[in-house]
């Protein structure tokens, strides 16, 4: 279902919360962290969206309400890898708002390479090569 604020998530927590976010505005990440606010007039539209499809939501106070910026790489795959020419390094980044979903199976993966552990035949990281990226 679509509202005003992008197509909403809604995640329940087992500690009977719930974690609800938006899909992200087009704001410049800013140069410092104590620069970034959460947007008020999305986060309650945010929450009328979720108090219409979970009638435990309009009684319910909100324990926070954050701005997120979502790591996001201009081809829309993630990079995950070695990062050439320097010993050690690694990164796995660029997942946007599919960290969630994609983020346990990527550290996995990079468990497997700074291990130096044999991965599937059938696992194929060409596609989320750091240095497509140069």
């Given at each position: 279902?679509?509202?005003?604020?992008?197509d909403?998530?809604?995640?329940?927590?087992?500690d009977?919360?719930i974690?609800?976010?938006?899909?992200?505005?087009?704001?410049?990440?800013p140069?410092?962290?104590?620069?970034?606010?959460?947007?008020?007039?999305?986060?309650?539209?945010l929450?009328?969206?979720?108090?219409?499809?979970?009638?435990?939501?309009?009684?319910?106070?909100?324990?926070?309400?954050?701005?997120?910026?979502?790591?996001?790489?201009?081809?829309?795959?993630?990079?995950i890898?070695?990062?050439?020419?320097f010993?050690?390094a690694?990164?796995?980044t660029?997942h946007?708002?599919?960290?969630?979903?994609?983020?346990p199976?990527?550290?996995?993966?990079?468990?497997?390479?700074?291990?130096?552990?044999?991965?599937?035949?059938?696992?194929?990281?060409?596609k989320?090569?750091?240095?497509r990226?140069?």
């Amino acid at each position: 279902v679509k509202n005003q604020s992008g197509d909403p998530e809604v995640y329940p927590r087992p500690d009977g919360t719930i974690y609800v976010c938006g899909c992200a505005d087009s704001v410049d990440l800013p140069d410092s962290a104590d620069q970034i606010f959460p947007n008020l007039d999305s986060c309650l539209k945010l929450r009328d969206f979720s108090a219409s499809v979970i009638s435990s939501v309009s009684d319910s106070p909100a324990i926070v309400s954050q701005a997120c910026y979502l790591p996001s790489i201009s081809d829309g795959s993630p990079i995950i890898g070695r990062i050439a020419g320097f010993n050690g390094a690694y990164i796995a980044t660029g997942h946007s708002f599919w960290g969630i979903l994609n983020g346990p199976i990527t550290g996995k993966v990079m468990a497997h390479l700074i291990m130096g552990l044999t991965m599937s035949q059938d696992l194929k990281l060409e596609k989320f090569d750091p240095a497509r990226h140069k």
